[in-house]
């Protein structure tokens, strides 16, 4: 089956980040798209969200806007898509585990607990947002002993340490889990429904 007459734009989406996982999401929906990194220093912008108290979600809208803007100014005239993805557990923000100590630290908090993958989308043009999108997974991690989480952290490959929580649910992360609530695509990082929502708001799909 033809895919060709789906994507109306003159250009590809331009993906504002290397991630592998939001390029195989974008695949999945045939979506043209190229990619080019942001350079966004991501801690940076959290530092100062941090400093204006803002909320987990209002986090990942500023992080996807500054990652879509960056590369907008870049590329005036492509449509660019901007992501990011927070996880918070009882109003505390996790980032990517510095080592396997911060990694057990991180399953320790989260162990029992319900937390929350909060995935925003910015699309830009011209230097100014165009649409945003949103949607929010609702994890809940079993209750991990000592002897789990070390085995658990003998299995995983060390890429795995780059994912936030210290888990892919695609893969053996989902033995961490006791329930999830949510988009597979939100999951991941890029929730595609609300993406495409957006899309066809702005007249880039032919249906």
């Given amino acids: 089956?033809?895919?060709?007459?789906?994507?109306?734009?003159?250009?590809?989406?331009?993906?504002?980040?290397?991630?592998?996982?939001?390029?195989?999401?974008?695949e999945s929906a045939a979506i043209p798209f190229e990619t080019q990194g942001s350079g966004v220093h991501e801690r940076?912008?959290?530092?100062?969200?941090?400093?204006?108290?803002?909320?987990p979600l209002a986090l990942a809208h500023r992080l996807a806007e500054e990652k879509a803007l960056a590369v907008s100014r870049r590329e005036p005239a492509r449509l660019i898509?901007?992501?990011?993805?927070?996880l918070a557990c009882e109003g505390e923000v996790f980032h990517k585990a510095q080592n396997r100590a911060d990694a057990r630290r991180q399953l320790e908090r989260l162990s029992g607990r319900?937390?929350?993958?909060?995935?925003?989308?910015v699309l830009a043009?011209?230097?100014?947002?165009?649409?945003?999108?949103?949607?929010?997974?609702?994890?809940?991690?079993?209750?991990?002993n000592e002897h789990?989480?070390?085995?658990?952290?003998d299995c995983i490959s060390p890429d795995v340490l780059q994912s936030v929580g210290i888990y892919q649910v695609e893969n053996i992360g989902i033995h961490l889990?006791?329930?999830?609530?949510?988009?597979?695509?939100?999951?991941l990082g890029l929730p595609l429904l609300p993406l495409l929502a957006a899309l066809r708001r702005l007249g880039c799909l032919s249906f």
Wanted: hydrophobic share 45%; proline share 1%.
């Fill in 81 to 86: 898509l901007g992501g990011d993805q927070i």
């Fill in 44 to 55: 940076a912008v959290e530092e100062k969200a941090c400093a204006d108290e803002i909320s």
């Fill in 1 to 26: 089956m033809s895919t060709a007459n789906l994507w109306i734009e003159r250009q590809p989406l331009l993906l504002a980040s290397n991630s592998v996982t939001r390029r195989m999401l974008l």
């Fill in 125 to 144: 043009r011209g230097g100014e947002i165009v649409d945003r999108f949103d949607a929010t997974a609702y994890m809940t991690m079993r209750v991990l």
């Fill in 148 to 153: 789990a989480i070390e085995t658990y952290l």
């Fill in 114 to 121: 319900v937390h929350f993958l909060h995935s925003a989308g």
């Fill in 177 to 187: 889990f006791e329930a999830v609530e949510g988009d597979h695509s939100t999951i």
